[in-house]
Structures are given as structure tokens and as C-alpha cells.
């Protein structure tokens, strides 16, 4: 099996999307931002979120076709879940009562962490999606333009491992950059 | 990740066995019915009626399944 990191969006979902937590790990962190910018409130981002990812595996647990661009799929559910929200001044629990999913328990902290990506942007949403391995030598290697053998020594592993983090990196942020469009 | 308790209770569901759709007592029970009436309303046309209404139940059936 090809690894989580290097199959797209809609592979994921295939077959039912056996594979949606690989696919909620990937957006997670995009679609809260999102949801705390639109609500301004970590507690309810949180709910809708939930929300959301719940619609999405019960439409693909019932089969419904794949689109083409999962993640605008997903925040088109979002967008359809707020406006709901706001209509009926409650967020629903629909999708999750139908997959009999346990109610979700936060922590002040979870919630204070969520609330911690309002001015968070898109890029940084991206580039936090990746692996800490891949995360830290794009970092090093884009940001702080060192050489591949200072990051290799920083590291302390080989430049040819470094090299393959960073191009897998730059890969992946690509692949999400033209999922998002 | 943030909200991990989501991500496991999400794969959890992803990895249950999905429900099989069947069709209620109350639908197979309303097909026959209209079947039945079908039928005797036009015995004349038995034959033909009887294979339409067999050819549209069948198309309703396969869709609900």
C-alpha cells in the first residue's frame, strides 16, 4: 500500500473511504482554521468540524461519487453546515448520530489551541499538514535557506535523506496547493 | 493533530463493516398489493399486464437496493 502522504485526496476516499481518517489527519487542522475564522468560537469550530467530516464518510460510506476535488467537497459541506448553524442558531449532529459516533469532549486546552489558529493562514495550515521530518527540512531549507549539508549535520543524518524530505515535502505542499484551487 | 479523539472515533466508523440496505416489510408488502391490483383490474390484458407490472417492479426494486 502506497504511503498516506503521497496518494491523493480522492484515493483516499475510494472504497468507501475505508482510508478517512488518513484523509480527516490531512485536512483537520485547514477546516478548523477555516471554522474558528467563520464562528470565532474554538468550541463550536470543533462541533462543526466534527459535523462535517461525519457527512463526508457517511456520503462515502453510502457510496456517493467521489468528486474530483475532495477538499472543495469538504468546505462546501462546511459552508452548508454554517449557513445551517446560523439558520437554526445550533450546530447539527445529524451525520454523527446516524454513524453512531460518540460525542466529542474537549479540553479548555483543545479548545484554546483551536481558537490559537484565527490568524493562522493558509500557507502555515499547508506546511504544518506535513510530516515534523519533511516540516522541519522544507523549513530549513526554504525559509532559512540553509545548505543541505548544514541541515544534514543539524539533523544528524545523511544529505540524501534530507534531499528526499524536502523534495517529498515541496511534492506534498504542491499536491494541496492544486487540491485548493 | 487536534482533535485526535475525532480522528479515532472517525477511522472507527471508517472501519465497521458498512450496513446492508433491505427493503421494509411495508414496501414489499405496498409492491405486491399494486401488483396484485394491477392485475385484476385488466384481466384481458393478463399476459402483457402481468409481465409491465413484473418489468416495473423489478426496476423499482433494483433501485431501492
Known amino acids: 500500500m502506497p504511503r498516506a502522504d503521497l496518494v491523493s485526496d480522492a484515493e483516499l476516499l475510494h472504497d468507501h473511504g475505508t482510508q478517512f481518517g488518513d484523509f480527516y489527519a490531512r485536512h483537520e487542522r485547514r477546516l478548523l482554521a477555516y471554522l474558528v475564522r467563520r464562528t470565532g468560537r474554538g468550541e463550536v469550530a470543533a462541533d462543526l468540524s466534527a459535523e462535517v467530516f461525519a457527512a463526508a464518510l457517511a456520503a462515502c460510506r453510502r457510496g456517493a461519487p467521489i468528486p474530483d476535488v475532495p477538499v472543495a467537497w469538504l468546505f462546501a459541506i462546511a459552508n452548508h453546515k454554517l449557513a445551517d448553524g446560523v439558520r437554526r442558531a445550533r450546530v447539527e449532529d445529524n451525520a454523527r448520530r446516524k454513524l453512531q459516533m460518540r460525542a466529542l469532549e474537549l479540553t479548555r486546552g483543545q479548545v484554546s489551541e483551536i481558537e490559537g489558529l484565527y490568524g493562522e493562514s493558509e500557507v502555515d495550515s499547508l506546511v504544518r499538514g506535513l510530516s515534523a521530518d519533511q516540516r522541519q527540512a522544507v523549513l530549513a531549507y526554504v525559509v532559512d535557506e540553509c545548505a543541505y549539508s548544514d541541515i544534514a549535520a543539524g539533523l544528524q543524518c545523511s544529505e540524501s535523506v534530507v534531499r528526499k524530505r524536502v523534495s517529498r515535502g515541496l511534492a506534498r505542499l504542491r499536491l494541496r496547493l492544486e487540491e485548493a484551487r | ?65
Not at chain 2, 405496498?30 to 384481466?43: D, E, G, I, K
Open chain 2, 1 to 65: 493533530m487536534l482533535l485526535p479523539e475525532l480522528h479515532d472515533e472517525l477511522a472507527r466508523v471508517a472501519a465497521s463493516p458498512r450496513p446492508v440496505r433491505r427493503l421494509s416489510g411495508l414496501t414489499v408488502s405496498a409492491f405486491t398489493a399494486a401488483l396484485v391490483a394491477l392485475l385484476f383490474a385488466a384481466p384481458a390484458a393478463h399476459a402483457q399486464l402481468t409481465e409491465l407490472a413484473v418489468n416495473v417492479a423489478s426496476s423499482h426494486l433494483r433501485g431501492l437496493l
